[in-house]
T-cell receptor, first 115, second 116 residues
């Protein structure tokens, strides 16, 4: 099946630092999504990307849909303690026809922010 | 609040038992998805329903089953429970099936299942 490789697996940073994480795939996706999950809660959608090369911001978060359609990046600027959590990328495959919407998730990046 | 409601929030049961998890999708969403998240693993897709019909299956055990009712709420049934079934179970919903925007999934807060 399709695999998404998300890196890094974990990050320990100081408050105020910028953060970058990415996802790569061997397959082409037509939609990339980034979610954040707080402990014991469900993933919350942060950013959705629909076109190759698209760059979208949500506050201090910026994500990009890679030109090859096989990767995506998420950047967090000026991190704060509440940014702590697990960040997941997810992709919707380009199946060449009607998609059943089966998201493929990355393994997650655990972010720890030290005050 | 994503608009997806899952009940119960916590469930504690014994091995061999059967439980039912319930999910109400966002208003207007026709598609419902179930995921399992164990401690050391990411989100594992279990099954998807669209407007009452099963549309996709992932790594769902035969002991597990699901259905989506005419009012679009869904239930995930877990039977002959084992210790390893302890996990967070999430439901997600989306508008439809085809375009990227219609496939964006919104997650509920999850049900934490503990099998003792």
């Amino acid at each position: 099946g399709q695999q998404l490789n998300q890196s890094p697996q974990s990050m320990f940073i100081q408050e105020g630092e910028d953060v970058s994480m990415n996802c790569t795939s061997s397959s082409i996706f037509n939609t990339w999504l980034w979610y954040k999950q707080d402990p014991g809660e469900g993933p919350v959608l942060l950013i959705a990307l629909y076109k190759a090369g698209e760059l979208t911001s949500n506050g201090r978060l910026t994500a990009q849909f890679g030109i090859t359609r096989k990767d995506s990046f998420l950047n967090i600027s000026a991190s704060i303690p509440s940014d702590v959590g697990i960040y997941f990328c997810a992709g919707l495959p380009l199946t060449g026809g009607t998609s059943y919407g089966k998201l493929t998730f990355g393994q997650g990046t655990i972010l720890t922010v030290h005050p | 609040d994503s608009g997806v409601t899952q009940t119960p929030k916590h469930l504690i049961t014994a091995t061999g038992q059967r439980v039912t998890l319930r999910c109400s999708p966002r208003s207007g969403d026709l598609s419902v998805y179930w995921y399992q998240q164990s401690l050391d693993q990411g989100l594992q897709f279990l099954i998807q329903y669209y407007n009452g019909e099963e549309r996709a299956k992932g790594n769902i055990l035969e002991r597990f089953s699901a259905q989506q009712f005419p009012d679009l709420h869904s239930e995930l049934n877990l039977s002959s429970l084992e210790l390893g079934d302890s996990a967070l179970y999430f439901c997600a919903s989306s508008v439809g099936l085809t375009s990227g925007r219609e496939n964006i999934q919104y997650f509920g807060a999850g049900t934490r299942l503990s099998v003792l």
